[in-house]
């Protein structure tokens, strides 16, 4: 199946400084890739649709100032997470469809743990 | 606003027997739905998808039902092994259009005893 990779996989930052957190398709060409964030015992939350060559589509809830994404080519998104708290501590995931093939299934990152202190 | 529950946060069962994860949802018909794994500080992996019009789906130990009419799809694993636990997500396409987002449920983690 097609591999999407993550860097880094685990961060540890200050409060007030911001985090960059990369999401690759390593074997595809992505036109859209998803951000979700996940906190302990719960679920996947939708953060925000990233399209290759425009701007991001966020969910409601979402402070697009506060999460920066861009997605400057077919397989690259970077997410940035702003002047950090410790309430953005969570495990951040990116996903990608691979268009060719043919089907609606999700290939998710391994995911970035980041830690605001 | 669309729901999805599923229905239980813990499935304890003994090796050999078949593990049965329930998915409900409401207020949406979902184009497909999709059932994923996850292992502890990993991303889910993917594992079945099954459209409206289709009523079960298999691959190997696995069997998915989804019935539109109850809104509901089962997730079975049969002869199940320990190298099964981990907690399963399930999720459903989001209603607005063809994004390709995402909707998932809190997942039930299973724990399959030797």
């Known amino acids: 199946g097609a591999v999407v990779s993550q860097h880094p996989s685990w961060v540890i930052c200050k409060s007030g400084t911001s985090v960059k957190i990369e999401c690759r398709s390593l074997d595809f060409q992505a036109t859209t890739m998803f951000w979700y964030r996940q906190f302990p015992k719960q679920s996947l939350m939708l953060m925000a649709t990233?399209?290759?060559?425009?701007?991001?589509?966020?969910e409601q809830g979402v402070e697009k100032d506060k999460f920066l994404i861009n997605h400057a080519s077919l397989t690259l998104s970077t997410l940035t997470v702003t002047s950090a708290h410790p309430e953005d501590s969570s495990f951040y995931i990116c996903s990608a469809r691979d268009p060719l093939a043919g089907g609606n299934e999700q290939f998710f990152g391994p995911g970035t743990r980041l830690t605001v202190l | 606003s669309q729901k999805i529950e599923q229905n239980s946060e813990a499935l304890n069962i003994q090796e050999g027997k078949t593990a049965t994860l329930t998915c409900n949802y409401t207020?949406?018909?979902?184009?497909?739905l999709q059932w994923y794994r996850q292992d502890p500080g990993r991303g889910p992996v993917f594992l079945l998808l099954?459209?409206?019009?289709?009523k079960e789906k298999r691959k190997e130990r696995l069997k998915v039902t989804f019935d539109t009419t109850l809104k509901q799809s089962l997730f079975h694993i049969t002869a199940s092994q320990p190298a099964d636990s981990a907690t399963y997500l399930c999720?459903?396409?989001?209603?607005?259009?063809?994004?390709?987002?995402?909707?998932f449920g809190q997942g039930t983690t299973l724990q399959v005893k030797p």
């Open positions: 207020n949406y018909s979902p184009a497909y």
């Open positions: 990233s399209n290759e060559g425009s701007k991001a589509t966020y």
């Open positions: 999720a459903l396409a989001s209603s607005s259009g063809n994004t390709g987002k995402l909707i």
């Open positions: 099954i459209r409206e019009n289709e």
